[in-house]
Each structure stands twice: as structure tokens, then as C-alpha cells.
């Protein structure tokens, strides 16, 4: 990280808010410029310091720079932060270690909120791309295995639940549309019958195609669905074709 790639990073910011449909739609105080690397740059700090930018530190790992700048900016360098209060932008880094990834998947199964919970999902696929020694590893480990499943789970139900809303409001309409109330009932029931099947089928291939793309085996993704849901060898078998 030099003073060149400083002023591209500049140039990028520059562009998007360039780039609004309506003049000035995208207001300069609104858009900020973070740069992350394992360790701080100090050839670039000596660089800035030597040419009037000020640099200050107020948390571990964290700098702002500020003077002949168009957009607030900072500097993170993953290295220096704290494992316990900085674990997401810890996760941004191709230095995490297997017990760092575990405490991501816990932390990701805690949230609760559907907006926290994509975007925790965004910083773990950079994670697990930039740490693909870490994950191969890790292939085989029954509670990497475990914690998938439980972090998809929430996926699952939102289809579900999504799948069912939908299928309600088709059997309303088949309902409204014969005319007599036994009609509505019986098209709300099989709408929502079907609509719960298929989210959580949905929501269990989606599932197994990520355990899959992590190296586990089948026969060790089947037992897992068996005991999580209850279902026979033979009905596992249609989530391997």
C-alpha cells in the first residue's frame, strides 16, 4: 500500500459520487474511504506525515488520516486489532486462524436481525476466500459441519416462511375465485402445506450444496440431515442427485 494506490482509492470515491443520476444526488459528506491491509503501512505514513497529512490513532489498529483530503478516511491495519472488539473487520484479513473462524461462525449465529445477518454472510464468503488454507483444514470437522447448519437454519426459515406467505395468498385467490367459503379454506390449507414443504427443501438443498462446497462428504451431510430433520436415508437421497 503506497502513496499511488492511496490516490486511486481517492479516485474511486471520487467516481462513485461522480456517478448519480441527479446533479450532486450523492452529497461528498456522505462517502468515507477505508483501506485494510494485515500491517500498518509505514512507508506510506512517512510519505503523508513528510507532505502535511496529519494521522492519528484513536483505537488499536485504527488511523485516520486527515488535511489535503477530499473524503474522511481511514486506515486499518487487522494485525493491530483487538480479536474481541474487532472480529468482523479481524475476518477481512488473510492471516485468520481456525479458532478466529469458529469465533466468526458464533458470532454470526448470534444475530438475530435478517439485515445484520446478510451482511455478516458478505464478510464471511471474503473471509473464507482469502483463508482457503484455514477452511481445508478444516474439512471434516464435525462441529464446522454443525455450525454451518445452524447458520443456515435462520436461511431456511425465511424461505419457509416466504414460500408460505406466498402460497397462502395463492390459495385466497383459489379460494375467492370458487366462490364459497369451503373453497377458500381448502386452497389456504394446500397452499400452505405445499408453500412449508418447499422452503424447507429449498432451504435444506441450499444447505447441502455449501457443506459440499466445503469438502464434506455426503454420507457425512446425509447423517447430519437425518438427525436435524428427522428424515429417512431414503428421503436425504433427492438433495444428492
Known amino acids: 500500500m503506497d502513496i499511488d494506490v492511496f490516490y486511486k482509492s481517492m479516485a474511486y470515491a471520487s467516481l462513485y459520487k461522480s456517478y448519480g443520476k441527479t446533479l450532486d444526488e450523492v452529497k461528498a459528506d456522505d462517502v468515507t474511504v477505508t483501506l485494510i491491509r494485515e500491517a500498518r503501512p509505514n512507508g506510506l ?7 502535511d ?3 492519528s490513532n484513536p483505537y488499536k489498529g485504527i488511523y485516520y488520516i486527515d488535511g489535503k483530503i ?4 481511514q486506515i486499518i491495519a487487522t494485525g493491530e486489532l483487538s ?3 474487532h472480529i468482523w473487520l479481524r475476518s477481512l484479513s488473510s492471516k485468520m486462524k481456525k479458532q478466529d473462524m469458529k469465533e466468526l461462525f458464533n458470532r454470526i449465529h448470534q444475530l438475530e436481525s435478517t439485515f445484520d445477518r446478510d451482511l455478516a454472510d458478505s464478510i464471511l464468503e471474503v473471509s473464507i476466500d482469502a483463508n482457503k ?5 478444516w474439512k471434516g470437522d464435525d462441529t464446522m459441519c454443525q455450525a454451518l447448519m445452524e447458520i443456515m437454519e435462520p436461511e431456511i426459515r425465511l424461505r419457509e416462511k416466504e414460500l408460505e406467505e406466498a402460497a397462502l395468498q ?3 385467490q383459489k379460494g375467492i375465485q370458487q366462490g364459497i367459503q369451503q373453497g377458500m379454506q381448502q386452497g389456504m390449507q394446500q397452499g400452505m402445506q405445499q408453500g412449508m414443504q418447499q422452503g424447507i427443501q429449498k432451504g435444506i438443498q441450499a444447505a447441502v450444496d455449501m457443506l459440499r462446497s466445503f469438502g464434506h462428504q455426503d454420507r ?7 438427525k436435524k430433520y428427522n428424515l429417512s436415508a431414503e428421503e436425504t437421497e433427492k438433495y444428492f442427485l
Open 45 to 51: 505514513f512517512r510519505y503523508l506525515k513528510e507532505h
Open 53 to 55: 497529512f496529519q494521522i
Open 70 to 73: 477530499m473524503f474522511p478516511t
Open 83 to 85: 480479536k474481541e472488539e
Open 133 to 137: 488454507e484455514v477452511v481445508e483444514n
Open 170 to 172: 395463492r390459495g385466497m
Open 220 to 226: 457425512e451431510i446425509k447423517d447430519t440431515l437425518i
